[in-house]
């Protein structure tokens, strides 16, 4: 079984509206992390915003925000106002627990595209 | 503060033919992983080294795949012999692990994109 899923490959936004990317994750580990990173078409992954398991309130990082549903196992990235420098693909990776030994596991993206 | 830095950014090579990456990770960082991302997919773990030690290279093709950190600090990524399906982004990644500590987040490098023809 996939532990992140993306359920969008690709995105259309307008520019300056708000955008909501959905991600998916399975785990039985209690304590986990969740993260959020950008991948424009120069191939760096920026990271944009993280959310443990453990955290009370969603993840907030200037225009990125963390809809973090831990019943429903969603961890959504809601980008709000978007630019044109936006456009990117964006992934969902998780972390479980210490004995993970930190490594991530990535969804397989979300290709944004914002239109002026 | 430089960011983790990698070379060469771009590699073309013929099938059988060795490749080596290089990385320099963020000053500091003791943990550095090598990530392999193929086209339209999310990168997957190669390896993980904490200082100098490799602590987790299950996924690491050892038959032609080879890494070292020496000094705990840069680190290479060698293929020998290279085949077409090693055509891929080699992305590089670290991060201050600290005990207890929940985020330890992963700052990538801009990755070398390898084709073999």
């Known amino acids: 079984a996939q532990k992140i899923t993306q359920t969008q490959p690709g995105m259309f936004v307008q520019e300056k509206e708000a955008v909501t990317l959905d991600c998916t994750y399975d785990?039985?580990?209690?304590?986990?992390?969740l993260f959020w990173y950008k991948q424009p078409s120069s191939g760096e992954m920026i990271f944009l915003i993280y959310?443990?398991?453990?955290?009370?309130q969603n993840a907030t990082e200037g225009r990125y925000s963390l809809n973090f549903q831990k019943a429903r196992k969603s961890a959504n990235l809601v980008i709000s106002a978007s630019q044109l420098g936006d456009s990117a693909m964006y992934f969902c990776?998780?972390?479980?627990?210490?004995?993970?030994?930190?490594?991530?596991?990535f969804g397989g993206g979300t290709r944004l595209m914002v239109k002026p | 503060e430089a960011g983790v830095v990698q070379s060469p950014r771009y590699k073309i090579i013929e099938k059988k033919q060795p490749v080596a990456f290089w990385c320099n990770p963020i000053?500091?960082?003791?943990?550095l992983y090598w990530y392999r991302q193929n086209l339209g997919q999310g990168p997957e773990l190669l390896i993980r080294?904490?200082?100098?030690?490799?602590?987790?290279d299950s996924q690491l093709p050892k038959d032609r795949f080879s890494a070292e950190r020496l000094k705990g600090v840069d680190s290479t990524l060698k293929i020998q012999p290279a085949e077409l399906g090693d055509s891929a982004v080699y992305l590089c990644?670290?991060?201050?692990?600290?005990?207890?500590?929940?985020?330890?987040?992963?700052?990538f490098g801009p990755g070398t994109r390898l084709t073999v023809l």
């Open positions: 990644a670290s991060s201050l692990d600290r005990p207890g500590s929940g985020t330890d987040t992963q700052y």
């Open positions: 785990t039985s580990d209690p304590s986990y992390g």
């Open positions: 959310q443990g398991s453990y955290d009370q």
């Open positions: 990776a998780m972390r479980e627990g210490p004995g993970a030994g930190n490594m991530l596991t």
């Open positions: 000053s500091g960082h003791n943990t």
């Open positions: 080294y904490e200082n100098e030690e490799a602590v987790d």
